[in-house]
């Protein structure tokens, strides 16, 4: 079950202009007991919806994955926000192609 480990105060913006706030998540793997953690952006926009990153870090146990978590920068949010926009576009593109 995966569970909020940071909620951020301080919204971060694309370089589009929409705002979004973001929430280090993470969960215990069940196959092998490591911890991964990700980041969830959640729009102050309604219409533009929420975006969720790949797997960001795979630690030994919880105090390393909060370990993490608390460390994360707003340059380090930034990049993760880049990444899973990257990859909403890059699943866009392939659905498009699928299509032709």
């Keep these: 079950m995966s569970e909020i480990l940071v909620k951020f105060d301080e919204p971060i913006i694309n370089p589009r ?3 979004y706030f973001a929430e280090a998540f993470g969960r215990q793997r069940e196959e092998d007991g490591l911890w991964e953690g990700w ?3 959640e729009a102050l926009d309604e219409d ?3 975006i969720s990153s790949l797997r ?3 630690q030994p146990n919880r105090r ?3 370990y993490w978590a608390q460390g994360l920068s707003r340059v380090y ?3 993760a926000l880049a990444r899973a926009e ?3 576009l890059s699943g866009s593109e392939q659905d ?3 299509s032709e």
């Design 64 to 66: 390393d994955l909060e």
């Design 96 to 98: 498009e192609k699928a």
């Design 39 to 41: 980041i969830e952006f």
């Design 77 to 79: 949010l930034q990049g």
């Design 86 to 88: 990257g990859t909403l």
């Design 17 to 19: 202009g929409a705002l």
């Design 48 to 50: 533009v919806g929420s």
């Design 56 to 58: 960001e870090t795979t």
